[in-house]
Nanobody, 111 residues
């Protein structure tokens, strides 16, 4: 059974940082394109970043230069390092691989 479990969300002040983790089981992140999405209240879910099996990465223009997606194949985990967070980054963040979604982790950026 494929499972994705996110962690690392929380409340942070504007300009702060958080690192989200997505622990995968039932799939090998080294062989799978992995995505981070987010959904803010009243908005559609949007793709934030992805990393391919050959470690190509890409980002939404709204986070490029502030967020970094990476993976640790020894831990079978994907990360999203988020720096210089803004109130507009407030959302539930989801890890995704194909048709499989994690449960989401809340990120709130507020002073």
């Amino acid at each position: 059974q494929v499972q994705l479990v996110e962690s690392g969300g929380g409340l942070v002040q504007p300009g702060g940082s958080l690192r989200l983790s997505c622990a995968a089981s039932g799939i090998t992140v080294r062989l799978t394109a992995m995505n981070w999405y987010r959904q803010a209240p009243g908005k559609e879910r949007e793709l934030v970043a992805f990393i391919t099996s050959d470690v190509f990465t890409n980002y939404s223009p709204s986070v490029k230069g502030r967020f970094t997606i990476s993976r640790d194949t020894t831990k079978n985990t994907v990360y999203l390092q988020m720096n210089n967070l803004k109130p507009g980054d407030t959302a539930v963040y989801y890890c995704n691989a194909g048709m499989v979604w994690g449960q989401g982790t809340q990120v709130t950026v507020s002073s």
